[in-house]
């Protein structure tokens, strides 16, 4: 069974710094593209970042030079660095993989999900 826990939400001011993780779990994760979405009250989920199993990576054009996806495959991690934070940022944050090599920015591409982990961003 696929699992993904998701950690490092929180409370930070604008212009400061998060650090997301997502400990994957019952998957090849080293074969696996991994992908990070987020969901503002009263909006759709929206795509952030992936990365694919040779560090390709694809952003959200919002996130484009603030935020950095990484993944270590020793560790069945995937992290988002967020830097640069901006009230706008504020969203539960979730983790998800597909059955792919594949980078996605579709979310009906991913078969597994997180349970997200909240991010506020105050002014």
């Known amino acids: 069974q696929v699992q993904l826990v998701e950690s490092g939400g929180g409370l930070v001011q604008a212009g400061g710094s998060l650090r997301l993780s997502c400990a994957a779990s019952?998957?090849?994760?080293?074969?696996?593209?991994m992908g990070w979405f987020r969901q503002a009250p009263g909006k759709e989920r929206e795509f952030v970042a992936a990365i694919g199993i040779g560090r390709a990576a694809d952003y959200a054009d919002s996130v484009k030079g603030r935020f950095t996806i990484s993944r270590d495959n020793a560790k069945n991690t995937v992290y988002l660095q967020m830097n640069s934070l901006k009230p706008e940022d504020t969203a539960v944050y979730y983790c998800?993989?597909?059955?792919?090599?594949?980078?996605?920015?579709?979310?009906?591409?991913?078969?597994?999900w997180g349970q997200g982990t909240q991010v506020t961003v105050s002014s």
């Open positions: 998800a993989t597909r059955s792919s090599i594949w980078i996605s920015q579709s979310e009906t591409d991913y078969n597994y």
């Open positions: 019952g998957h090849s994760f080293a074969r696996s593209a």
